[in-house]
């Protein structure tokens, strides 16, 4: 896989060409076709996804899951993302416990994706521990910019139902 197609990623900033190859040479390129879902979930995660061409939607299920016998399958459109600002998916799950996926992904176009296991995402950094580090730094500047995000939301949703229960 081409270097020049990974340098944009955040996950890749302050690496230099051959930290990327090592990125590059283990990364497997997925076709997903427009309406078919890549991430799923609750579903196991154990790898991270580079959107190359196309545009998704990233979906989450509107309820919690508090019996098994009740499938309720509505989900929230969350946001939609192009290419054209170089996401990638599947960190959390990196990280995660059980290594269960949080929300999932659906593809709105033809999409080609990158796709580094966990397993060699991780091998990498062990072997190349600079490498590593500046990976799992920037892996933790995106986790932390979507945790204020997500506590933003929630400040949001409670500050509006709080009004709602005043009337």
């Known amino acids: 896989m081409d270097i020049e ?9 302050g690496l230099d060409d051959s930290e990327i190859k090592l990125f ?30 196309g545009e998704v939607e990233v979906n989450q299920a509107l309820t919690l899951s508090m019996n ?7 989900e929230k459109a969350i946001i939609k993302l192009s290419s054209d600002i170089k996401p990638f998916f599947g960190e959390m799950s990196l990280f995660n416990d059980g290594d269960r996926r949080t929300a999932s992904i ?9 796709k580094i296991g966990k397993e060699i995402l991780f091998n990498i ?7 590593g580090y500046k990976v799992m730094q920037n892996l933790c500047r995106t986790l932390c910019g979507n945790l204020v995000t997500a506590n ?3 400040l ?3 500050t509006a139902f709080s ?3 005043e009337r």
Not at 68 to 74: G, H, L, M
Not at 109 to 114: G, I, N, S
């Open 24 to 53: 590059t040479d283990k990364a497997v390129v997925v076709n997903v076709k427009t309406g078919n879902n890549f991430i799923v979930e609750g579903d196991v995660g154990d790898s991270i996804f580079l959107l190359l061409n």
């Open 68 to 74: 098994k016998s009740e499938a309720d399958n509505r």
């Open 156 to 158: 949001k949703l409670t």
């Open 5 to 13: 197609a990974f340098k944009n990623y955040s996950i890749f900033a």
């Open 106 to 114: 659906k593809a709105l176009t033809d999409c080609k994706l990158a």
């Open 163 to 165: 009004l709602i229960l």
């Open 125 to 131: 950094c062990d072997a190349h521990p600079e490498t």
């Open 152 to 154: 933003q939301n929630v």
